[in-house]
C-alpha cells in the first residue's frame, strides 16, 4: 500500500489523481487532502476517501469544513499546507498547486525526504536550480506528472544520459494554432479556455493558448532531464498522441504515444517502478491514421521565444518570467488586459527587473513580491 497525499486536491490534476486512486484502492490510500476555496468539493472528497488529514487554505470556509466532516485533523491556511508537506508517514506528495505558489510547498516536501509528484512546473520554471539539487542532496525522487515529461521520462529510462541528441516536446497548438496573428487581439477568456483536446483548468488553459505551457515544459525539461534549450525542439502535433520523443545519437527515435488523458501520467507517477492497468484507456490505432507534424504555426507564440530567452540569459530571467505570465493570465482572465497583452506584460517585467545571477529562495520571493508591485503599478493604477 502506498499512501498519497494531495496538495491541490479540488482542482482538474487533483480530482483525476482521485479518479486513479479510487480505481486502485487496494495500492493506494489518502493520507491528505488540501485545496484552496472549494470547500464544497472538498467536503465530497473527504466523505468519500477519508483522509486523516484535510487542510482549506481560506481560512473563512474553516468552520463550513468542520461542521460538514468526521476528519479530526483539519489544517488551515499556508501553515497547514507547510505541517502536510512534512508530514514523513507519507510515501509520495502531489502537488498541483496551480502558479507561483506552489513552490514553497515543493520545497517544503523535498526537505522532508518525501517524494513528489510534480504537476505544479512553475516550481521547476521560478527555481530548478534550488529544488534539483535540493532534491539530489535530500535523495528525494521527483515524479513528472505533465503528460509531455512523463513522456520524456518514459522514453528515457533506461538510457544513458549522454546518448541523447535532442528532445521533442509535442503541442497540440491549442485553440488558435490555425488562428490569423492578426485576429489574436480580439480573442476572448471564453475563447482562450476552450482547448481542443485536453480537460484543464483555468490557468493552464490559457498557458495552452499562449503557448507559455509549452516555453514552461521546455525549462522544466532542462532541470529535469539535463538536456540543454538548442537540444529541445518544439513542433505542433494537433492530434495530442506522440506526448513527447526523445532522438538518440544513433539517429533513432523513441516516442511515448496515449489518448490525451491526464490520468495516464498520474496514475504512472503514483505506480512506478510498477504499471497498473486503466482499462478505459486502450489504444485504437485506426482513429487515429493520420498524426501530423509541423512548425510553422509557432512564429504567432511570443511566449515561447520569452522562455528560450529567460532560461538562456538564466539566473533571476525565469523566476519573472514565471511570476509575470501567471499575474497577466489572471488580468486577462479577468478581462482587464488583452489577449496581446500577456507577452507585452511579461517581457516588460524581464526587461525592467534588477537581475539576480543566482537566486537564493529568498531572492525568488523578493522577486515575486517585486513582480507583483510593478504589475499593480504600472496596469492596475
Not at 526537505?111 to 539539487?133: C, D, F, M, P, R
Request: net charge neutral; aromatic share 10%.
Amino acid at each position: 500500500m502506498k499512501y498519497i497525499g494531495i496538495l491541490g486536491s479540488t482542482g482538474s490534476v487533483g480530482s483525476q489523481s482521485l479518479e486513479v486512486v479510487w480505481k486502485h484502492q487496494d495500492k493506494l490510500k489518502i493520507k491528505f487532502l488540501a485545496a484552496k476555496t472549494n470547500v464544497n468539493k472538498l467536503i465530497e472528497q473527504c466523505n468519500k476517501f477519508s483522509p486523516e488529514y484535510v487542510c482549506i487554505y481560506d481560512q473563512s470556509k474553516y468552520e463550513i469544513l468542520k461542521r460538514n466532516t468526521d476528519i479530526k485533523n483539519i489544517l488551515v491556511g499556508s501553515s497547514g499546507i507547510f505541517e502536510l508537506c512534512q508530514l514523513t508517514n507519507i510515501d509520495t506528495i502531489i502537488n498541483a498547486i496551480v502558479g507561483y505558489q506552489g513552490l514553497e510547498p515543493t520545497i517544503k516536501i523535498i526537505e522532508s525526504g518525501t517524494n513528489i509528484a510534480l504537476s505544479n512546473k512553475e516550481s521547476i520554471v521560478q527555481a530548478g536550480h534550488i529544488v534539483i539539487e535540493l532534491a539530489k542532496s535530500k535523495n528525494v525522487k521527483i515524479f513528472p506528472i505533465d503528460s509531455e515529461h512523463s513522456a520524456l521520462w518514459q522514453c528515457i529510462i533506461g538510457e544513458p544520459e549522454n546518448r541523447i541528441r535532442k528532445i521533442i516536446l509535442t503541442a497540440s497548438g491549442g485553440p488558435f494554432r490555425t488562428l490569423p496573428y492578426n485576429k489574436f487581439s480580439s480573442i476572448t477568456p471564453k475563447e482562450a479556455l476552450a482547448h481542443p483536446n485536453w480537460s484543464m483548468g483555468n490557468k493552464i488553459s490559457i498557458d495552452s493558448a499562449t503557448m507559455m505551457n509549452k516555453g514552461f515544459e521546455m525549462i522544466e525539461a532542462f532541470w529535469l532531464f539535463n538536456i540543454q534549450p538548442k537540444n529541445i525542439e518544439i513542433v505542433i502535433h494537433p492530434q495530442s498522441i506522440i506526448h513527447s520523443m526523445v532522438e538518440y545519437i544513433d539517429g533513432s527515435i523513441k516516442a511515448q504515444l496515449s489518448n490525451p488523458d491526464m490520468r495516464l501520467p498520474i496514475q504512472y507517477a503514483l505506480s512506478y517502478p510498477d504499471r497498473f492497468e486503466l482499462d478505459d484507456l486502450k489504444f485504437d490505432i485506426s482513429k487515429f491514421s493520420n498524426l501530423e507534424f509541423s512548425q510553422k504555426e509557432l512564429d504567432k507564440f511570443e511566449c515561447i521565444d520569452l522562455a528560450f530567452r529567460a532560461i538562456n540569459l538564466g539566473g533571476s530571467y525565469p523566476t519573472i518570467l514565471n511570476v509575470s505570465n501567471d499575474l497577466a493570465v489572471e488580468l486577462f482572465l479577468n478581462k482587464k488586459i488583452n489577449f496581446l497583452d500577456i507577452p507585452k506584460i511579461i517581457k516588460d517585467c524581464m526587461d525592467s527587473h534588477n537581475y539576480i545571477k543566482l537566486p537564493l529562495l529568498s531572492d525568488i520571493l523578493s522577486l515575486t513580491k517585486w513582480t507583483e508591485s510593478y504589475i499593480n503599478r504600472k496596469y492596475l493604477s
